[in-house]
């Protein structure tokens, strides 16, 4: 059985994650907050404390996850911070997961996250999506796994 995580799993996580269960995926999902952590749980996903602003909290949950869905669009922050979370923090995640078993990652963000996200797999060679307007994130999941 696949594992997908899904940081920042608000409401389209969760609807995300309800898609993966129904096909047979083990799924888990982040939030910050209590409460985001309780209707995580309430939808039938794994719930996990841990912070985009944070890359080791993520890293933490990584060791059994076939597919990390990264839906960052939502993130809330000052402006420095969300620059942060798309930039920074985000090179220094995708640099880790060279040494974890996650074989793909799905982004939703802006689009300096984007190029930093399509320099990893350039880079490191790990197969990346990134989520736009109108797209389905569960084939895009589904399409990490199969090569597509």
Do not use: N
């Not at 000052?78 to 880790?96: D, I, K, N, T, Y």
């Amino acid at each position: 059985m696949a594992r997908a995580l899904i940081v920042c799993c608000g409401c389209r996580g969760r609807e995300l994650g309800g898609r993966l269960l129904a096909e047979g995926w083990a799924v888990r999902g982040t939030s910050r907050r209590a409460e985001g952590l309780e209707a995580i749980a309430a939808a039938g996903i794994e719930p996990a404390a841990a912070d985009p602003d944070r890359p080791g909290t993520i890293l933490e949950l990584v060791a059994d996850v076939a597919v990390l869905v990264l839906l960052l669009g939502g993130c809330r922050g000052s402006e420095e911070e969300l620059a942060a979370v798309h930039g920074p923090r985000l090179e220094r995640l995708l640099e880790h997961l060279v040494e974890t078993p996650v074989r793909g990652v799905l982004y939703e963000g802006t689009e300096e996250g984007a190029e930093i996200v399509r320099a990893a797999e350039r880079t490191w060679r790990i197969p990346v999506r990134v989520a736009g307007d109108g797209d389905d994130p569960a084939a895009l999941v589904e399409g990490l796994l199969a090569g597509r």
